[in-house]
């Protein structure tokens, strides 16, 4: 391989890589949008205080984990 072609193999390389991981974390956030919307549903069906309490921590984790993702994925695109 001549010594022109390796940064453009590397390059290509980190440019397949960071595609990858775009393509995870956009598969994270459309299950942790999934998720959330369960949690909600849940949330609206029960009526048990501890129940209650229980859907509300949770979606607040399912928020935090999609704005951590959300942050992550724009990051990437910079």
Known sequence: M?????PFSR???RESQQEEA???LA???TQTRGL???AYQGFNAVQ????IESYVY????LQSRYSYLLRR???LEE
């Not at 001549?2 to 390796?6: I, W």
């Open 27 to 29: 598969e994270c956030l």
């Open 2 to 6: 001549t010594e022109t072609a390796r």
């Open 48 to 51: 048990d205080p501890d129940l």
């Open 22 to 24: 775009r393509r995870t």
């Open 11 to 13: 390059r290509r390389r």
């Open 36 to 38: 959330i919307a369960q």
């Open 58 to 61: 949770e979606i607040n984790a």
């Open 73 to 75: 994925l724009k990051e």
